[in-house]
């Protein structure tokens, strides 16, 4: 999720922050139902049933509550993969020798 966003004059900005694979989750259920999430919300005046859209703290907390159940039947079944973090040794761009380790 880490980008670049080119702000002209040969400016980027870098964001910073990352997100866990649990938030990942939850933005991604928060975008694709965000504007269709919708519970019983009483009758109208002809007797059908009125909705109304998740207000946006009940949105994120049924996302997060999503996301998190998700994460722990997928570790119940062994389907999470630990990835271990790997150390690469880049070479320096002015004298050619070894630079300081990049954690990927």
Do not use: C, H
């Not at 966003?5 to 991604?28: C, F, M, P, Q, W």
């Not at 002809?46 to 907390?61: H, N, S, T, V, Y």
């Amino acid at each position: 999720m880490k980008k670049a966003t080119d702000i002209g004059y040969g400016i980027s900005v870098k964001e910073n922050e990352l997100l866990e694979r649990e938030a990942e989750i939850a933005l991604e259920i928060i975008i694709r139902w965000g504007l269709v999430s919708a519970i019983p919300d009483g009758e109208d005046s002809a007797g059908r049933q009125k909705m109304r859209l998740l207000a946006p703290i009940e949105l994120i907390d049924r996302a997060y509550e999503t996301a998190n159940l998700f994460m722990i039947e997928a570790r119940k079944r062994n389907l999470i993969l630990f990835v271990p973090e790997k150390t690469v040794e880049l070479p320096s761009q002015t004298t050619g020798t070894a630079a300081k380790p990049l954690n990927i």
